[in-house]
T-cell receptor
Framework: GIQVEQSPPDLILQEGANSTLRCNFSDSVNNLQWFHQNPWGQLINLFYIPSGTKQNGRLSATTVATERYSLLYISSSQTTDSGVYFCAVDQGGGADGLTFGKGTHLIIQP | DGGITQSPKYLFRKEGQNVTLSCEQNLNHDAMYWYRQDPGQGLRLIYYSQIVNDFQKGDIAEGYSVSREKKESFPLTVTSAQKNPTAFYLC??????????FGPGTRLLVL
């Protein structure tokens, strides 16, 4: 099956810093999503981005499908940005379920 | 409020016991999914259902069973055949292949 690798596995930054999280995948995909998992375990949708670039406030994402990677940018980090960020992909033509990476654990220090 | 609810929040299972986790959505989504998360890991797909009365095995279906008798409900049973059931279980739904939305999860612990 498809492999999803995220880097870095851990990232510690000061409040106000910018960060880039990377997701590499081993085959073509029809669906790519970025999620933020908060300390209580809730998965929050950030982006649905199988290709192209999207922005939402301080967050933006870019997926280059032909080169099989996606990037999540966080600018002017806040302590509430802390948590685990997951990239997940789906190859199938129908609603087949997502394959997740192992995540990037982000800690924003005040 | 529209959304996905899971219950209970915490569940304890005794040796040899089957337990059922509830997942309900009022988003009118056709597709529903169950995932398992182990500490420090990503999510893995257990079962998914694209439509009522139909469901498919995911990557780790052994020891689990599901039903999809109603559009809004997709319960997961963890059977005694699942030898390592302690995990965080997350349910999701979507309109076709679109964005998946997740419930708050159920933490299952073995006594």
């Amino acid at each position: 099956g498809i492999q999803v690798e995220q880097s870095p596995p851990d990232l510690i930054l000061q409040e106000g810093a910018n960060s880039t999280l990377r997701c590499n995948f081993s085959d073509s995909v029809n669906n790519l999503q970025w999620f933020h998992q908060n300390p209580w375990g809730q998965l929050i949708n950030l982006f649905y981005i199988p290709s192209g670039t999207k922005q939402n406030g301080r967050l933006s994402a870019t997926t280059v499908a032909t080169e099989r990677y996606s990037l999540l940018y966080i600018s002017s980090s806040q302590t509430t940005d802390s948590g685990v960020y997951f990239c997940a992909v789906d190859q199938g033509g129908g609603a087949d379920g997502l394959t997740f990476g192992k995540g990037t654990h982000l800690i924003i220090q005040p | 409020d529209g959304g996905i609810t899971q219950s209970p929040k915490y569940l304890f299972r005794k040796e040899g016991q089957n337990v059922t986790l509830s997942c309900e959505q009022n988003l009118n989504h056709d597709a529903m999914y169950w995932y398992r998360q182990d500490p420090g890991q990503g999510l893995r797909l257990i079962y998914y259902s694209q439509i009522v009365n139909d469901f498919q095995k995911g990557d780790i279906a052994e020891g689990y069973s599901v039903s999809r008798e109603k559009k809004e409900s997709f319960p997961l049973t963890v059977t005694s055949a699942q030898k390592n059931p302690t995990a965080f279980y997350l349910c999701a739904s979507s309109i076709g292949k679109g964005t998946q939305y997740f419930g708050p999860g159920t933490r299952l612990l073995v006594l």
